[in-house]
C-alpha cells in the first residue's frame, strides 16, 4: 500500500505526488481519464491543459514571475517540464501543450514512486492521507462528499475556453505579426485589426448570437478573469476595445496607425501552425462561434482546430474549511489542493499542489509542517486560499494585492521590485528553516 493517496492528475495533483516521490514517499496517483471524461479534458494525459496554453507572465517582477522563479527553487515539474517545451510567446511563458502534457506523463509514469490509476474514486479514501486535487470539474459524486464533509456547501462558477484556429486559414494579407510595444519576438503574436465599423459589427452579432443554455438548477458566474467575450461585450460599447481587443502598443503596418480594436493571436505549439484567439473565451454554440469570429478581418475563411466551451468550475470555502496547511479541518487526513481550493490559474493550481505534497512529507516524517511565509508568492496564494478576510471569498490569482503591504510609500514602478525583494529574502529564510526542522526529526 502507499503511503499517499493523491486523488486527480491535473497540475496540482501532479505537482504533489512529484513533491512526495522526491521526498522517498510512494504515492497512488489517481486518475480517471481516459475511462471516464470531462466536458473539457480531450486526452488521457496527465495535467491536460485544457484552457489557453499561456501560463502567464515570466517576468520576475511579475506576481506570477515571482512565483515561477519559487516553484523553480523547490524544483517544481510543471515549471520544469514548461520551461523544457516553452514557445514563443513574448515576456509570457507558453508552452507546447501536448509536449508539456507527454512531459510530464513521462516523468511521473516512470518514477518507481508513483503508481497511477486509471480509475475514477467516488469517496474520499480512508486509512491513509489523501490529497483531493481534483480541479474545477470535480466529479458529481465526490463534489457531493466534499460538501457534505465540509458542511459549508459548494460554490461554483463558470470557465470559458478560447477557439483556436489553423495558421494556413489565415489572411496574412491582413493579419499582421506583432507583440504590444516590440516585446518578445517579432512573430509571438498575431494581429486581427479592425476599423470602427468592423468592430461595432463583431460586437452587434456577438450580442445577438446563440449560447449554449445553462441547465435548469444552474446559476450562471463567471470569475472576473475568466469573463466570456460576450459577457464582456455585454458591459458596454467599448468594453471590448477597452479590454481583450485593446489596440494598445500595436501599428497596422499597411496604415502605419493603430487600429481601432484588434483580435490578438497566440501561438498554440512551437510550429506555429495553430493560434489561440487571446481573450476570446466564449459560451457561444459551435455554428455561431464559426459565423461570428469569421466576421473578424483575416478570419474570413478561419479553420477552427477547436471551438470554445464553457465548464463548471466547483471550489470549497476555504478560509471557513481548511487549516493553514490546506488540511479539512473535519478531516485532518485529507489534504485540498489546486484549483477546489480557491486558487485561479494554471501556476497557482500547481504551486498549491506543491505545497499540499511539502506539507504532507513534513507530517510523514513527524516534522510540524512549516507554511511559507505571506511575503513569497507561495505564502501570499497560500493565505487567500486558507484565511481570507474577504466577506464573500472568490477565487484568486496571485497578485500583489495579496502580499503583506511594504510599510512604507514609494513609486508605482519602485512597488514590484520591492515586493520581489522581499519574497527572495523571505523564501530562503523559509527553505532553510524547513531544512532545518526536517534534520531534527531525522
Not at 520551461?83 to 516523468?107: H, I
Request: aromatic share 6%.
Amino acid at each position: 500500500m502507499s503511503d499517499v493517496v493523491v486523488v486527480g492528475g491535473g497540475l496540482a495533483g501532479c505537482e504533489a505526488a512529484w513533491m512526495l516521490a522526491r521526498r522517498g514517499f510512494s504515492v497512488e496517483l489517481c486518475e480517471m481519464r481516459p475511462a471516464v471524461m470531462t466536458p473539457a479534458h480531450r486526452t488521457g494525459m496527465l495535467a491536460e491543459l485544457v484552457c489557453s496554453n499561456s501560463l502567464r507572465s515570466a517576468n520576475p517582477l511579475n506576481a506570477v514571475g515571482l512565483l515561477k522563479n519559487e516553484m523553480r527553487a523547490l524544483g517544481s515539474l510543471t515549471i520544469e517540464i514548461a520551461d523544457s517545451c516553452a514557445v514563443p510567446a513574448g515576456d509570457a511563458l507558453a508552452v507546447d501543450r501536448n509536449a508539456f502534457s507527454a512531459g510530464v506523463t513521462e516523468r511521473l509514469s516512470t518514477n518507481p514512486l508513483v503508481e497511477i490509476a486509471r480509475r475514477e474514486i467516488e469517496s474520499i479514501p480512508a486509512g491513509r492521507p489523501v490529497i483531493v486535487a481534483t480541479g474545477p470539474l470535480t466529479s458529481e459524486k465526490l463534489s457531493r462528499e466534499l460538501a457534505s464533509t465540509t458542511g459549508a456547501g459548494q460554490f461554483y462558477f463558470y470557465d470559458a475556453i478560447a477557439p483556436v484556429v489553423s495558421s494556413e486559414s489565415l489572411d496574412m494579407s491582413i493579419v499582421f505579426a506583432q507583440s504590444r510595444y516590440g516585446k518578445g519576438g517579432g512573430d509571438d503574436y498575431l494581429n486581427c485589426p479592425m476599423n470602427e465599423a468592423e468592430y461595432c459589427a463583431f460586437r452587434d452579432e456577438l450580442l445577438s448570437a446563440e449560447t449554449v443554455p445553462l441547465r435548469i438548477f444552474e446559476k450562471e458566474l463567471h470569475f472576473s478573469g475568466c469573463m466570456p467575450i460576450e459577457a464582456i461585450a455585454s458591459s458596454g460599447a467599448m468594453a471590448l476595445a477597452h479590454g481583450p481587443l485593446k489596440p494598445v502598443g500595436l501599428v497596422d503596418p499597411r496604415t502605419g496607425a493603430r487600429p481601432f480594436a484588434v483580435l490578438q493571436l497566440r501561438r498554440e505549439d512551437a510550429a506555429g501552425t495553430c493560434w489561440n484567439l487571446v481573450g476570446c473565451q466564449t459560451k457561444l454554440t459551435y455554428p455561431e462561434q464559426r459565423r461570428v469570429f469569421r466576421l473578424v478581418p483575416g478570419l474570413e475563411r478561419a479553420e477552427f482546430t477547436r471551438l470554445g466551451s464553457m465548464h463548471r468550475n466547483t471550489f470549497v470555502n476555504g478560509p471557513a474549511v481548511l487549516d493553514s496547511t490546506l488540511r479539512l479541518r473535519s478531516r485532518e487526513e485529507v489534504t485540498l489542493a489546486g484549483q477546489i481550493t480557491g486558487v485561479e490559474g494554471y501556476v497557482e493550481s500547481a504551486a498549491c499542489g506543491m505545497l499540499a505534497g511539502l506539507f504532507t512529507a513534513a507530517r510523514l516524517t513527524g516534522a510540524e509542517p512549516l507554511p511559507p511565509p505571506p511575503e513569497t508568492a507561495l505564502g501570499s496564494l497560500l493565505r487567500h486560499a486558507t484565511s481570507s478576510e474577504w466577506r464573500h471569498y472568490q477565487p484568486s490569482n496571485v497578485n500583489y494585492g495579496l502580499f503583506p503591504p511594504l510599510g512604507r510609500r514609494m513609486a508605482h514602478r519602485d512597488r514590484n521590485a520591492a515586493y520581489a525583494a522581499r519574497a527572495v529574502t523571505a523564501l530562503e529564510q523559509w527553505v532553510a528553516a524547513m531544512e532545518k526542522s526536517l534534520e531534527s526529526e531525522l
